[in-house]
């Protein structure tokens, strides 16, 4: 049998190349998520069986979507709030930085955001006047909508009153160093 394009024959080598092309269609057509890999958020109100759910997911193709994940996990977390929710996020965190979805210090930053007294803001270098004092009220800025974060890590998902108190007088007493280095370096000026 032979088939004709533009009235000529087609060769053996173009056949194949048709059935090769047709093949890597459809082989490209499994690379898309199936209904059991929908990249569907966990839901309920258990959140070790969510983490689970997340942790499966993430570990295929839905990778790309590990902050809607992660916020999905906070929200669930919400529902439930005890101390113990600390130590699955801490887990959760580990276990995402084990499997290359984070770095470290990712895996580090999104714990201290929600769950640590420190404050991500202020990691950089601020003991000088010169890195401080123009980019103040930005630290300040970044540093309250962090105490956001922390009011739900530490609060409403960890019930830990006392480290959430800690960490808003520590926003309050950085505010004031702040004000005061920056006052001390403009009288030097």
């Keep these: 049998m032979n088939y004709k394009i533009c009235s000529r024959p087609l060769s053996t080598l173009t ?3 048709i059935v090769l092309v047709a093949l890597l269609g459809l082989s490209a057509c499994k690379a898309l998520p199936t209904q059991s890999q929908a990249c569907t958020l966990p839901g309920g ?3 070790t069986s ?4 997340a942790k499966d997911d993430l570990s295929g193709v839905c990778s790309y979507r ?12 919400k529902g439930d709030p005890k101390p ?5 996020f801490s887990d959760f965190l580990v276990w ?7 770095s470290k210090r ?14 991500v803001a202020m990691q950089g270098d601020y003991n000088n006047c010169s890195s401080l004092c123009p980019n103040k009220k930005q630290v300040l800025r970044t540093m309250e909508q962090e105490l956001v974060d922390k009011e739900l890590g530490l609060l409403q998902i960890s019930r830990d009153r006392t480290g959430y108190q800690r960490a ?6 950085t505010e004031l160093v702040l004000e005061a280095t920056c006052s001390a370096c403009e009288s030097e000026q």
């Design 15 to 17: 056949k194949g190349l």
């Design 45 to 47: 109100p258990d959140l």
């Design 50 to 53: 969510a983490v689970g759910q």
């Design 66 to 77: 590990y902050d809607d994940y992660f916020h999905q996990l906070l929200e669930i977390a």
């Design 84 to 88: 113990e929710n600390r130590r699955v």
């Design 96 to 102: 995402s930085q084990q499997q290359g979805l984070l």
């Design 106 to 119: 990712q895996a580090q930053d999104y714990y201290n955001r929600y769950f640590n007294l420190k404050f």
């Design 168 to 173: 808003d007088r520590l926003l309050q007493e």
